[in-house]
């Protein structure tokens, strides 16, 4: 079964760093997502991708964030001067279609520390 | 009041039982429903949609009720592999896949 593939795995980072977490999203998908969960909360949208711009974000993708299709295969989340409140398990998402019904796939996730 | 909203449990059965989840959720206009499972620390899995005629799949049957602004999942014959939590997630009608989740009911099934 074709799959949404991340990494790195985890990354520690220390606190004002920059961290590029990285995603191949399933070859025939157009639609891009990254979402987080903070350890012990919910599962929260950061943004949504397609045709090489944002067409969503949420309140938390503020500027320090941003995200990339810098060739045919991958996406990236960037996250240029990182805080101890970003520690994470960012996901990487996509869909085929944008419709509501159409099935999301989640990748494996990566793991962020910051320290 | 919260988008999403679950009883966190957990929810301790023995292997064979039924149990039952619920969710409520806020948003009236929202157009798509699913239940999700999610293991310690890995990704959210879709384990399947929901739909207002309500749906099964083997073990798990879903119901959405629109008035009531209420989802709900049914486990029958509980297996210790159910152990995990089970997320409901609700996507907007922003019309891209905004996925709205709550904070999930953990599950614990025993021998």
């Known amino acids: 079964e074709p799959e949404v593939t991340q990494t790195p795995s985890h990354q520690v980072t220390q606190m004002g760093q920059e961290v590029i977490l990285r995603c191949v999203p399933i070859?025939?998908?157009?639609?891009f997502y990254w979402y987080r969960q903070i350890l012990g909360q919910k599962v929260e949208f950061l943004v949504s991708f397609y045709n090489n711009e944002i067409s969503e974000k949420s309140e938390i993708f503020d500027d320090q964030f941003s995200v990339e299709r810098p060739d045919g295969s991958n996406f990236t989340l960037k996250i240029r001067s990182t805080k101890l409140e970003d520690s994470a398990m960012y996901f990487c998402?996509?869909?085929?279609?944008?419709?509501?019904?159409?099935?999301?796939?989640f990748g494996e996730g990566s793991w962020l520390t910051v320290v | 009041r919260k988008e999403v909203e679950q009883d966190p449990g957990p929810f301790n059965v023995p292997e064979g039982a039924t149990v039952a989840f619920n969710c409520t959720y806020s948003n009236s206009a929202s157009q798509s429903f699913f239940w999700y499972r999610q293991d310690c620390r890995k990704e959210p899995k879709l384990l399947m949609s929901?739909?207002?005629s309500g749906n099964e799949d083997g073990r798990f049957t879903a119901q959405l009720n629109r008035a009531s602004q209420y989802i709900s999942l049914l486990i029958r014959d509980s297996k210790l592999s159910d152990s995990a939590t089970y997320l409901c997630?609700?996507?907007?009608?922003?019309?891209?896949?905004?996925?709205?989740f709550g904070t999930g009911t953990r599950l614990l099934v025993s021998p």
């Open positions: 998402a996509s869909s085929e279609m944008r419709d509501s019904g159409n099935t999301i796939y």
């Open positions: 997630v609700v996507n907007g009608n922003t019309g891209f896949q905004k996925l709205v």
């Open positions: 929901v739909y207002s």
């Open positions: 070859s025939n998908h157009l639609y």
